[in-house]
């Protein structure tokens, strides 16, 4: 079967720096993506890998192991506005986002 | 760009009415539309996968004689809710995506269905 597991919850402080793991077990791997999704809104993009290796995007970076299934978002100098859930979502062989429940993140000033 | 619209933002409706709503990207041709329901603190869940043109493919799980989609144009599909009953009432967004760009979907911003 196809299954994401992220962190149900996790608590950061604003300014500091928090990893987002997220493992995941697909049909096939066209890449994996992370988007953003504030309460009552839609997800917005983040980030993709499809290759080994970090991608760096300004305050947030996202990186990929295929080998082991694995995937982190790091997001630096947190910010308040940074309270949303987090969500890791790889993309299968027939190009369909696979979706868990995601992360939420909560900053404390 | 890739900007994806839904129409409308939200909407209320009385038990045993229809309701349809709309996505468009907006600067783009979008050859697959998804379409996705939230309930509250839950996943995205895909409903059904569209190509211009073409019948939807729908999840396992999914009544396409409930949820009616149309692909009409590149630029635009509908989710037709229909008969729609207090448990239909969630968080509907579509999605949009294109052969190019490492098939990434563009979200539109959502519309919240109650259903009274």
């Known amino acids: 079967g196809q299954n994401i597991d992220q962190p149900t919850e996790m608590t950061a402080t604003e300014g500091a720096i928090v990893q987002i793991n997220c493992t995941y077990q697909t049909s096939g791997f066209n890449g994996l993506f992370w988007y953003q999704q504030h309460a009552g809104e839609a997800p917005t993009f983040l980030s993709y890998?499809?290759l080994d290796g970090l991608e760096e995007k300004g305050r947030f970076s996202s990186f990929l192991s295929r080998s082991k299934g694995y995937s982190y978002l790091l997001l630096k100098e947190l910010q308040m506005k940074d309270s949303a859930s987090y969500l890791c979502a790889p993309m299968d062989s027939n190009y369909q986002l696979i979706w868990g429940a995601g992360t939420k993140l909560i900053i404390k000033p | 760009g890739a900007v994806v619209s839904q129409h409308p933002s939200w909407v209320i409706c009385k038990s045993g009415t229809s309701v349809k709503i709309e996505c468009r990207s907006l600067?783009?041709?979008?050859?697959?539309m998804f379409w996705y329901r939230q309930f509250p603190k839950q996943s995205l869940m895909l409903m059904a996968t569209s190509n211009e043109g073409s019948k939807a493919t729908y999840e396992q799980g999914v009544e396409k004689d409930k949820f009616l989609i149309n692909h009409a144009s590149l630029t635009l599909s509908t989710l037709t809710v229909t008969s729609a009953h207090p448990e239909d009432s969630s968080f509907y967004i579509c999605?949009?995506?294109?052969?190019?760009?490492?098939?990434?979907?563009?979200f539109g911003p959502g519309t919240r269905l109650t259903v009274l």
């Open positions: 600067d783009f041709q979008a050859t697959t």
């Open positions: 999605s949009a995506s294109w052969t190019g760009d490492y098939n990434e979907q563009f």
């Open positions: 890998n499809v």
